[in-house]
């Protein structure tokens, strides 16, 4: 009867050995290669050159249509005159006083002096680029050149007088061509009027008359029955006389 009994439960335990065995081998263990995924790098656009080269269009918008207070005979725009800079190498101001070449620039078009100040400029190490090139002259609506600039020196400046005009001219100040570590792609610039703050008159074709002490740089601002301008722009039509667009060249 004990050999009986000592049977049965040696059989027991065997069956439960073998049922644990069979238990274990039914559940999948997943292996490292299924919970794991590998991580993507990020990716991030490629370095910005240090040079870039522009193309700059000035168009005109200055008609009789369109600004008919005093418009004048033979309206044009002097050669363009300008640079690429660095913070240091800005050529004007809006509230500060004109230098003598931006005074010459905007009473007689002339760019002698004001390229002297350039070279001035460069040579302090300021500015790399020179733009010296042909203004808007009789009917003609627009005039195209290129320039280039620098991660060291981004800064865009360009000037032309407005002609006929006593101190008058237009101008694009310290524009920033490279911004969060890329190029400017594209951008067009209305133009205001400045006044030179160097002469005194207060129509396209007044006769010179200098201004005593010389005043600063400010947006023309003029009677409505003279040339009708508020803050740069003519006050009724509320035009600018011209815009230029920079594209960046491929």
Not at 210 to 236: C, K, M, V, W, Y
Request: proline share 5%; glycine share 8%.
């Amino acid at each position: 009867m004990n050999d009986v009994f000592k049977l049965v439960t040696l059989s027991a335990v065997l069956t439960l050995v073998g049922c644990g065995g069979s238990s274990s081998s039914d559940t999948s263990t997943p292996t490292a290669s299924e919970n794991t995924t590998t991580p993507t790098t990020p990716t991030t656009p490629p370095a910005a050159p240090n040079n870039a080269t522009y193309e700059l269009t000035f168009t005109r918008t200055w008609d009789a249509q369109k600004f008919p207070t005093n418009y004048p005979s033979g309206t044009h725009f002097s050669p363009v005159i300008g640079l690429t800079h660095n913070a240091e190498g800005r050529i004007f101001q809006r509230g500060e006083s004109a230098t003598a070449g931006i005074v010459s620039m905007a009473e007689t078009g002339s760019k002698a002096a004001l390229k002297e100040e350039i070279s001035d400029i460069q040579n302090q190490g300021n500015s790399n680029y020179l733009i010296d090139e042909s203004g808007i002259s009789g009917n003609s609506q627009s005039v195209s050149m290129t320039f280039e600039a620098s991660q060291d020196f981004p800064l865009l400046s360009v000037v032309s007088m407005v002609a006929p005009s006593p101190d008058w001219f237009i101008g694009i100040n310290s524009l920033s061509l490279f911004n969060d570590s890329q190029w400017l792609t594209e951008q067009t610039v209305q133009l205001k009027v400045y006044d030179a703050g160097s002469d005194s008159g207060v129509t396209f074709s007044a006769a010179n008359q200098a201004t005593e002490p010389q005043g600063t740089i400010t947006l023309l601002n003029s009677a409505r029955s003279d040339t009708d301008f508020a803050e740069g722009i003519h006050f009724q039509s509320a035009d600018t006389i011209g815009f230029i667009t920079i594209k960046l060249m491929e």
